[in-house]
């Protein structure tokens, strides 16, 4: 699977993950925060890779079930045995990159009042 | 100096080829190059300058650990590892937190794998010079605010407790966090430069091929596709714990290479008080040795991306804290685990298979660590503990940490380690060693490990030091042995 690029199979739940946990998160913000996520997905060990990506599938797939909002959230709150350590590894890199790019960022996402979205500095620093 | 850095190129010969430059990588070649032989470093990652890249943070996982930090030895749990991927490997990126070698612990290696020649007065005699190379002081002045929790708590409770010296230089007036680390790209590897030592770096050794009783024929790969071979007489593979017994196995050499991976696993909380303590770009100094050599805790770095990543196993719950997070840092209970883990290095596959299994004493052991560790800190003034593990409860009282008891369970937490050791031990027990008293990997003339790989069991304390020392003695017996013209 090293050819599959992971933003076409973990960017979906990725997207929808984020979204639900992190309601007031900007898009652009959150976009940035899956691209990031799905760097770090490519980079992974070949073994380690070939696994997120298979469980990867089995979530890419079922988001186009009908009401898969309800499925994610399930997916999301529930700490299934292996499947739960995928949504753990998302949420982990996301939340990694969200608070040391954007320190301030609310607990819902949400940014400071007086505080823009987007615009990183180079090296990943609050803009 | 730094060390002439070569181009990819697709033939090199050279006397002694020395794979990674990490703390025995660079050790060795800076030995090597100093007694007169022709030494050649090939290095996988970058050259990244120490001022170039935010301690512990995210950037820094990008360029300087392999797979961006994201490694995990597979288990019931499994153990997210980080190793260094970069000149001077894992110096660049650790805490540099000293400990000299553990007297003890050695003594107890020397009898049990039976390793020759080991004199525990020369290991000191050695410790010394490198303690004096990498300038190992305290900090000047306070510690920080996140250090000082570990030391009060301590205090508070009637725990041994003391501040470990670091390899750092400050300036004239400096604090403790104006330090600059001496890791192997200010120190070793400009020695192994000025001796006249060249380097290679994105260069990945895929395999070593044995011609004859003289010959190696290294088989390189850059990072831009480049393929090609470096010729040697001796390689010291110092890639580290993972990748020294994966290159090994590459090249056929698998006999008690790769079976015995030690570390010492960590389980992590968050702890909020009332005053600002988080530094992000520091980690804390002090360190709480009450139940050493089973258990110890410590301070990790806390970016605040890294304290929402120790928030996150109970999110819904522990959200809030994060708008704090400048009152909040992170901390860690680690022990010495008597589980044995494996590294498989699989035809078709580029990355080994890593895997650990702690056994019921660790796991009991990590469990009085988590309580025991939120203990500390409530009594240095915690108004809020957040363990890390599905569903833990918020402490906030001496009376809530029989629930945290009851409620943790290693398999929901995060375990994580960054002290990888034994993939090769040394001794003339050939049951278990990879490798004799010297780190000749048997039966494979010229190839020598000189790593943590080499240690017998995690020694319980941050092992660069023991790896450092093992790795200057391993060499100088080599230059004995061998004479700088390959003898």
Redesign the interface.
């Known amino acids: 699977m090293r050819s599959v690029p992971s933003s076409s199979l973990v960017g979906p739940f990725a997207d929808r993950l984020l979204a639900l946990d992190l309601p007031g998160l900007h898009p652009a913000r959150r976009r940035e925060a899956i691209d990031f996520t799905t760097r770090r997905v490519d980079s992974l060990p070949s073994l380690m890779r070939f696994g997120v990506m298979s469980i990867a599938a089995i979530f890419r797939a079922l988001l186009v079930l009908p009401r898969s909002d309800t499925l994610v959230k399930f997916l999301a709150r529930t700490a299934l045995p292996l499947l739960g350590e995928y949504v753990r590894l998302l949420r982990s890199l996301g939340y990694a990159y969200i608070w040391e790019t954007w320190p301030d960022t609310r607990p819902d996402g949400s940014q400071p009042d007086d505080a823009e979205p987007g615009g990183t500095q180079p090296g990943g620093r609050a803009a | 100096m730094n060390p002439q850095l070569l181009a990819p190129a697709v033939s090199y010969s050279t006397q002694v080829l020395v794979i990674g430059s990490g703390a025995g990588g660079a050790t060795t070649a800076c030995l090597l190059a100093e007694a007169g032989f022709d030494v050649l470093i090939a290095e996988e990652g970058p050259w990244v300058e120490q001022d170039t890249?935010?301690p512990f943070?995210?950037?820094q996982m990008d360029r300087q650990y392999?797979?961006?930090g994201?490694?995990?030895a597979l288990g019931l749990p499994?153990i997210a590892y980080t190793e260094g991927r970069c000149a001077g490997g894992g110096t660049e990126v650790n805490s540099g937190l000293y400990f000299r070698p553990p007297i003890d612990v050695i003594e107890r290696w020397r009898r049990d794998y039976r390793i020759d020649g080991l004199d525990l007065d020369e290991l000191a005699l050695i410790a010394d010079q490198v303690e004096a190379a990498i300038n190992v002081t305290t900090v000047p002045g306070s510690p920080t605010p996140a250090s000082e929790v570990l030391r009060r708590g301590a205090a508070a409770l009637g725990w041994k407790h003391s501040e470990i010296p670091r390899w750092m230089t400050y300036p004239p007036g400096g604090d403790a966090v104006t330090g600059r680390r001496q890791s192997m790209t200010r120190t070793y590897l400009p020695r192994a430069a000025a001796a006249g030592a060249r380097m290679v770096t994105d260069c990945r050794v895929d395999r070593l091929v044995r011609e004859g009783t003289a010959s190696i024929r290294a088989q390189v790969s850059y990072a831009s596709g480049l393929r090609g071979e470096i010729r040697c007489q001796f390689a010291f593979v110092c890639g580290g714990a993972i990748q020294t017994p994966a290159l090994l196995q590459r090249s056929g050499l698998r006999r008690h290479i790769g079976r015995s991976l030690a570390v010492h696993p960590t389980v992590k909380l968050a702890a909020r008080f009332r005053d600002e303590v988080n530094i992000p770009d520091d980690v804390p100094v002090h360190q709480v040795k009450e139940f050493a050599p089973n258990l110890s805790f410590g301070g990790s770095a806390s970016?605040?991306?890294?304290?929402?990543?120790a928030l996150?196993?109970h999110?819904?719950e522990f959200?809030?804290a994060?708008?704090d997070?400048r009152k909040i840092s992170v901390y860690y209970a680690a022990i010495t685990s008597e589980g044995r883990g494996n590294v498989i290095a699989?035809p078709g596959?580029?990355?080994?298979?890593v895997t650990y299994r702690l056994t019921p004493r660790d796991r009991a052991l990590l469990r009085s660590g988590m309580a025991r560790l939120a203990l500390l800190l409530l009594e240095a003034g915690a108004t809020d503990v957040y363990p890390s593990f599905?569903?833990a409860p918020l402490i906030r009282h001496r009376d809530q940490l029989s629930t945290l008891n009851q409620q943790f369970a290693v398999s929901?937490a995060?375990l994580m380690t960054v002290h990888l050791c034994s993939t090769v031990p040394l001794g003339e027990d050939r049951s278990r060693c990879g490798a004799d008293s010297f780190g000749r990997v048997h039966d494979a003339g010229g190839i020598i490990v000189n790593d943590a790989s080499l240690l017998p069991d995690a020694p319980g304390v941050n092992p660069q030091a023991t790896v450092m020392a093992f790795a200057i003695r391993n060499v100088r017996h080599f230059i004995d042995t061998n004479g700088p013209s390959g003898g």
């Open positions: 890249v935010v943070s995210l950037e392999r797979a961006g994201v490694t995990v499994s970016h605040p991306g890294l304290v929402a990543l996150s196993d999110w819904s959200a809030s994060i708008e997070w699989v596959l580029r990355d080994p298979i599905r569903g929901k995060s």
